[in-house]
Structures are given as structure tokens and as C-alpha cells.
């Protein structure tokens, strides 16, 4: 597809297309979401052959608002929860003028930016979906790929899963009891105040797409409640002018000095009780950072009223654990989101309660050649972090990186989930929770350590 052309965008890097070494090993990438253009930016400047597969007809992924795939989540009020210079890839900076967090609208222009820059946008190929990926008969992996010309089979030696984790969405399991005669939708399908506008709404949870909806619905809906059945820190954006984010520690600094960092951050934001926010049962440093600049001054004002857990529906209301009740006709469940892969069978890969182990969060020891980009859920943006992996998946293509054996994925599978165990309380939320700087400087430190000598 043609990709526009926008007043000062940044000059391409290469000025002829870089030619793919056909003695290395071809990839397949699904996606073409920020993990998938990450995978495919690094696999093309590495000259590596790869078809790069996206179901809709753009990349972007959640970024793009209404994203022709059907799977993005974006609304229009969504900004980034990680500062720009956090969020950004390693070599290509976010541009100056964009504020501390940037917009959704933003965030996709930047991202076609670095496709324009980088000049791999005729890797991708559009409106077509990978619908299975098994292994080869004689190794490797074959992949069924659907598109307007129909169904075909390719072989590749390697698959890059790119394919994101925040559209396929949860729901209350098993569903609350009693009958509602209101509208319910998930907040993945949310996308604007005008769903709320005049409304009883009940926003159910508390990350930070609850606390977005809510927020617009204070403004917009007739009524908004907020159900919360397990607290959770709410931090400023900014504190004094200052993106929060901001304050970098060294990788190989331990937990306890990102939970420090994370509890001033709670600290500075201000408290939680005298907003009706239940506090939470845990520290700061245990959950995934819920950030809002906005929430506090709403509940303040009454425009939000917060609720506890969700006890049954009754027709127009809904009731709550508390024994109170609030008049409801429309019900947004932001419950977070189910890890899948509807085109890996569950004799590939078998996730059970959103929980896939895997080495460093992206290698099955037992599938040679399957790797996973950004199946993660940092304290801080999934971008650099998706980067970092698939330069660790173009070494290991090219021979420059040698895995460790499968024993000793094995040893430090174990040793990583002991720690993520104690670091972040247990939850279908947390299974594939890390700390962003610490993960950085990981798998840096894994790319030298295991390095093989040209």
C-alpha cells in the first residue's frame, strides 16, 4: 500500500530497498501492530527474508483509531501511559514538539514515520490473515494464510508471533447474577463520550482504561459509577510540570529500588482515601501502575461515585457487594483481556489462565523457531522492549547468538517466575509482568554473554 508523505517528516535512511540474504532463515511476522513493525524494521535492516502478514489494511495495531482489523481498542481520548522518550524505539526519537504523553493519533503518525524512515513498508503485506501455524513436516513451520485470492500454505523456518494481547477481551467469568435489561460492552469497544452521552453508566474495574471511561463519562453520561472490587494505586501523569516516568534507574538495579521509585510516585500523586478510592491490599512496586491526572479531581467534585465490587444485576440497576444499588442502562466492563493465538492449536502452545511460559518472555523451549514479540506487560512501554527481542531473534537468525539449552531455559524460566511471584501480586494480570529497565538491560546483557565470534 502507498504511505503518505507528511510535511517534515524525517528523511528515509536507506535510499535503495536493502536485498534479503537468501542463505539465512526465512521468518514469517504476524502483525503489523508496534511489536510487528519493530520484528520486521530489524529482520529488513538485518537482511533477513520475511513476509510480514497484517489482517487489516494498515499497521498500527491498538494505535490506530477503528483499525479496519477489528481488534484494536483504541478510543479517542486514549493517550500513551509511558512518556515519549520511554516509549520511543531506540533509533528514532519521538519528535520534539509532542507532549509529555502523546495522543493515539500521535502515536500511529510516529509509527508510520519510522515505516517511511526505515523503508520496509513493502515487506508488509495487507488484508490477510494467518489462520494456522503448525509445525513442519521436515522442521520449520508451515503457515495457512487467507486473503481476497483465497487460502495458501508457505513454508518458513521461523515465526515471529506479533499479534498483541489487548484484543481479545474478558469478560466476567463466571457472568454476574440476575437479569439486566441495559446495554453491556467490553471497553475494547469503546471509542468515544458520545457512547455515554445522557447515561447511567457503571464503569466496571480499575486499570487504565476504566479509570479513561470514567473520567469521560463525568463529563458526558447522566450518571457515572465506578466499581472497583480490588484497589489499586492511581498515579499522576505529571507531577509539577514533569512527566513521572522520567526518573531512569540502571538496569541492573534491584526491584526494590523500582517499588521505591513506584511508591514515591504514589507518594507525589497524593492519597487514595479521601477520593473514595479503596486503598489497595498491596504496595505500589506489586501491581501494574494505573496512572490518571484526571480522576481525582472528578471523584472530588461528585461527578464520579465509587463503588465496591458488583453483588448482581436487577433490570435497570445494578447492585453491589455493599448492599447499595445504582440506576445503570449501559455497563462497561473493563476487565482486561485473554491471551490467544487463534491460529496456534493447543498442542503448539497451551495458555492456561493468560499464563504461557516462556524463556525471557518470548522463546518456547520446546518449539524451536517460534518466538513471541511483545508478549509482555512492562512497567513502562511494550515498544523498546519488542525491539530489544527481535534483535535477539536476528542474532540468533544469523548465527551471532547461540541459545542456551533447553535445561538451562528450563533453570532460568523458573528462577524469573519465582521473582515476578514475589515482585507482583498473583493475578491473570501479572503472568507476564517486568520491569522495563531491568528487561532491557537482560536481554542486552544476554545478546554479549552468548555472543558467537564471527
Sequence with gaps: MAYMIRQGRRAPAHTAPIAPDPSLPKVCIIGAGSSGIAAAKTLYTSAIPFDCFEKG????????????????????????????????FSDFPMPEHYPHYARHDQVFDYFRDY???????????????????????????????????????????????????????????????????????????????????????????????????????????????LSIRRGQWVMKKTVMGMATDQVVLPGWAPWWMTSARLRLGALASGGLKRYGLPVP???????????????????????????????????????????????????????GYRVSFPFLSSDVVDVENNDLPLWKRMVHPDRPGL??????????????????????????????YELPSRRDMVKQMARDDRRNKKQFYDSPRHTMEVDFDHYLWEIEREMKKRAVAA
Excluded at 521461523?158 to 463466571?174: F, K
Excluded at 464520579?304 to 462497561?332: K, M, W
Excluded at 513502562?380 to 542474532?395: C, D, R, Y
Design 57 to 88: 489494511s494498515e499497521i498500527g495495531g491498538t494505535w490506530l483509531f477503528d483499525n479496519p482489523n477489528g481488534q484494536s481498542a483504541c478510543y479517542e481520548t486514549l493517550q500513551i501511559n509511558t512518556s515519549c522518550p520511554r516509549m520511543a
Design 281 to 335: 491490599p498491596h504496595t505500589p512496586g506489586q501491581s501494574h501502575p494505573v496512572q490518571s491526572d484526571a480522576i481525582r479531581d472528578r471523584l472530588k467534585a461528585g461527578a464520579v461515585t465509587v463503588r465496591p465490587g458488583i453483588d448482581r444485576l436487577e433490570r435497570d440497576r445494578v447492585v453491589f457487594t455493599d448492599g447499595t444499588s445504582a440506576p445503570a442502562d449501559l455497563i462497561v466492563w473493563a476487565t
Design 115 to 225: 515505516v517511511d524512515h526505515f523503508g520496509f513498508g513493502h515487506t508488509i503485506t495487507f488484508n490477510t490473515e494467518v489462520t494456522d501455524v503448525r509445525r513442519g513436516g521436515r522442521g520449520g513451520w508451515d503457515v495457512d494464510i487467507t486473503s481476497a485470492a483465497g487460502t495458501e500454505t508457505r513454508h518458513y523456518d521461523a515465526v515471529m508471533v506479533a499479534n498483541g494481547h489487548h484484543w481479545d477481551a474478558r469478560w466476567p467469568d463466571p457472568a454476574y447474577p440476575g437479569e439486566f435489561d441495559g446495554e453491556q460492552i467490553h471497553a475494547h469497544d469503546y471509542r468515544s463520550g458520545d457512547q455515554l452521552e445522557g447515561r447511567d453508566v457503571v464503569v466496571v474495574g480499575a486499570g487504565n482504561s476504566a479509570m479513561d471511561i470514567a473520567v469521560e463519562g463525568s463529563h458526558r453520561a447522566r450518571s457515572v459509577n
Design 371 to 400: 518466538f513471541f514479540i511483545g508478549l509482555l506487560q512492562p512497567v513502562g512501554a511494550v515498544m523498546p522492549l519488542s525491539e530489544v527481542q527481535a534483535k535477539l531473534v536476528a542474532k540468533i537468525l544469523t548465527g551471532a
